[in-house]
């Protein structure tokens, strides 16, 4: 029982690796986008949507935290960090649509370091 509850630990690993990488490249991609917002016309577009996008990233991740933990066996801590993430995400989405700018670009520094240390932790 105990070696089925590591094999199946170490098979969802990957797949919350993926969901950090992911989660990564979506808060990269919306400071490029940011960028195009002050630089061109279809910059805000581009940003809005990414927003989407990067807040889906950021459920996946919490999925893939759940699925690592409980039927896995791993540990705990990716659910509090993949949930820190998404209630980040919340607030971001947030200050976006209420153009806090001087709160927005911070947060998204801060969001954006905060996923790539997740991404090259080991679990």
Request: aromatic share 8%; charged share 5%; net charge positive.
């Amino acid at each position: 029982m105990a070696t089925q509850a590591t094999a199946a630990a170490r098979r969802s690993v990957p797949f919350l690796q993926i969901a950090v990488g992911l989660q990564t490249l979506t808060i990269f991609l919306q400071a490029v986008s940011a960028g195009l917002l002050l630089t061109s016309s279809y910059g805000e577009t581009l940003h809005s949507v990414g927003a989407r996008v990067m807040y889906a990233a950021s459920m996946l991740y919490v999925l893939a935290a759940v699925l690592a933990w409980k039927p896995g066996g791993g540990s705990p801590r990716p659910v509090w960090y993949a949930s820190g993430f998404l209630a980040l995400a919340s607030v971001q989405v947030v200050l976006g649509i209420a153009h806090v700018p001087s709160v927005h670009l911070p947060l998204g520094v801060l969001m954006f370091g905060l996923s790539l240390l997740a991404l090259v932790r080991r679990p």
